[in-house]
């Protein structure tokens, strides 16, 4: 499934480089994925990359975009082939 940012996110900026789908983007006020571009990072990584490097660890799965993994491989094609 798709990751969803809580609002504990501090804005700081970390995970928007990390994300290979430029999913990340600064919200109304805190920072927030596009569900239909994130993968969990599937195709690209073994783990999510944003989860790797945000410090206060408000990155969590997104309970109203729940995905198979061969969901999520799916979507990585659409985006990148
Ligand atoms: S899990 Fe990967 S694809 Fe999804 S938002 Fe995080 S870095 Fe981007
Ligand atoms: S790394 Fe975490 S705290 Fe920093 S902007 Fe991203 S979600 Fe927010």
């Given at each position: ?31 927030q ?45 659409q985006?990148?082939?």
């Amino acid at each position: 499934m798709a990751l969803l940012i809580t609002e504990e996110c501090i804005n700081c900026d970390m995970c928007v480089a990390e994300c290979p789908n430029d999913a990340i983007s600064l919200g109304e006020t805190y920072y927030q994925i596009n569900h239909a571009r994130c993968t969990e990072c599937i195709g690209h990584y073994d783990e999510p990359s944003c989860v790797q490097v945000c410090p206060v660890d408000c990155i969590s799965p997104d309970p109203a975009h729940r995905e198979s993994q061969a969901q999520l491989a799916d979507k990585y094609a659409q985006m990148h082939y």
